[in-house]
């Protein structure tokens, strides 16, 4: 059987060319399905070009295409890449000057165009699709200073349309354009009163932490409670909250299945430490218990699992059982090679299974990959249309996408590839 075994793990290592994870069992009627997920990495570039991603139909032929930096890459096969601003390769000792990476109709012509955070408490900016030609993409102005290092695009107004959510010069808020004069700088809205926030700080999420129905903004040490619709521009409640000193991205998610959603971060963008924090109600007064996913030492992870530097996350439902899951990794030289001794460890990629039952610990976790890692936005969706998440990184290592397939195997070469507690 352990010849098996070897034979179906090497078929699986020829056909993604060294990189696999695998995933778990699905239940189709009265049969169980065993099956693995496997994830093809292809690299795009080796050179340093930005710290986060996007996705979305830049040329409109109906096949997602990939942005990194300067350029875009034409799915479904991303061997043809095309620049849309002047590229400028960066050096790895240092800083890009693109972090983040959106994609929408933005003056609705019918062609998806480009959105992009620079360097923290620099400028975003969108850049409009041409439709053709090779010229780069005129290039048009959203907010000049972006502070905290996890801003989100996102529809808070729920009017079809993105906002840029984020703080700027210590005032919590949003941008948002004027459709009648699209190509003008967008309106920031204060939410708060200003704060002592630098450009760098961490940690920033959005999502429902109350139940009301409306996403409300989290930040390291608390939240703000979404007033409604019809009240955005008014002062937001805050609740102050203990989430760590500050991470990636933050997510609102009912983690143990307890009807009230939990908040998941990573506890330092250059340090270490993951947590879900458990909401807990008496009466109308909210609290958070928190759980550690991985500390300091492997021992800290029920799986002996631990990387620093977890400066990017995700929250998508993998392996289609209808639960979100974590895809996070290690952003490699955040502040080059130097410094901190864990800085040069191994550029891991995972995804952690969320088992709201609890018995294998919540959080399951599965490599994908040992040398790419994250930069600081992990970007998700499904590249080929096979119905599957695929992943998109990119970071001083290159730009990477990961394609995600699935194999049938066996029920004991399942149970011999899953990851193994330490506590059993």
Not at 40 to 47: A, M, N, V, Y
Not at 53 to 63: P, V, W
Request: contains cysteine; glycine residues 12%.
């Amino acid at each position: 059987m352990r010849n098996k075994i070897t034979e179906i793990r090497l078929k699986l290592i020829t056909l993604i060319t060294g990189v696999l994870t695998f995933g778990a069992c699905g239940v189709s009627g009265q049969e169980v399905r065993y099956v693995v997920h496997a994830f093809e990495k292809i690299q795009l570039s080796k050179t340093f070009y930005a710290e986060g991603a996007g996705i979305g139909d830049l040329n409109g032929d109906g096949h997602p295409d990939v942005i990194a930096g300067p350029y875009w890459y034409a799915g479904p096969e991303f061997d043809s890449k095309f620049a849309y601003y002047e590229p400028v390769e960066h050096d790895p000792y240092k800083y890009s000057d693109n972090f983040f990476v959106e994609t929408e109709d933005v003056n609705d012509d019918g062609r998806v165009d480009i959105l992009m955070v620079g360097f923290p408490g620099e400028a975003a900016y969108w850049f409009e699709n041409p439709g053709s030609g090779d010229l780069y993409w005129e290039r048009h102005l959203i907010h000049g200073q972006v502070d905290n290092e996890s801003p989100h695009f996102y529809d808070l107004d729920k009017d079809g349309k993105l906002e840029l959510v984020f703080h700027t010069d210590g005032y919590l808020g949003f941008a948002r354009r004027d459709q009648d004069n699209v190509k003008d700088p967008w309106e920031f809205v204060k939410i708060y009163v200003q704060q002592d926030w630098g450009k760098f700080t961490h940690g920033f999420g959005i999502g429902d932490i109350d139940g009301d129905g409306l996403e409300d903004i989290i930040m390291a040490k608390g939240w703000w409670k979404n007033p409604g619709l019809k009240n955005l521009e008014t002062e937001w409640s805050y609740q102050s909250a203990d989430f760590g000193p500050g991470g990636a991205q933050m997510y609102a998610y009912d983690v143990n299945n307890d009807g009230m959603n939990d908040v998941i971060t990573t506890l330092q963008a250059h340090g270490w430490g993951m947590a879900w924090y458990e909401q807990k109600r008496e009466g109308n007064k909210i609290e958070f218990d928190q759980h550690e996913i991985m500390g300091v030492i492997p021992s800290d992870n029920k799986y002996g699992v631990n990387f620093a530097e977890a400066h990017a996350i995700d929250l998508v439902d993998i392996d289609g059982d209808g639960v979100k899951d974590l895809v996070t990794g290690k952003r490699f030289w955040a502040h080059g090679p130097n410094g901190h001794y864990f800085h040069n460890n191994a550029a891991v990629l995972y995804w952690f299974k969320i088992d709201p039952s609890g018995e294998n610990g919540y959080f399951v976790p599965y490599l994908i990959d040992f040398n790419s890692g994250v930069g600081v936005e992990v970007e998700t969706g499904d590249l080929t249309g096979n119905g599957l998440v695929d992943i998109v990184v990119a970071n001083k290592k290159g730009t990477f996408v990961f394609l995600h397939s699935v194999e049938e195997v066996g029920k004991e070469v399942w149970e011999f590839i899953q990851p193994k507690r330490l506590d059993k």
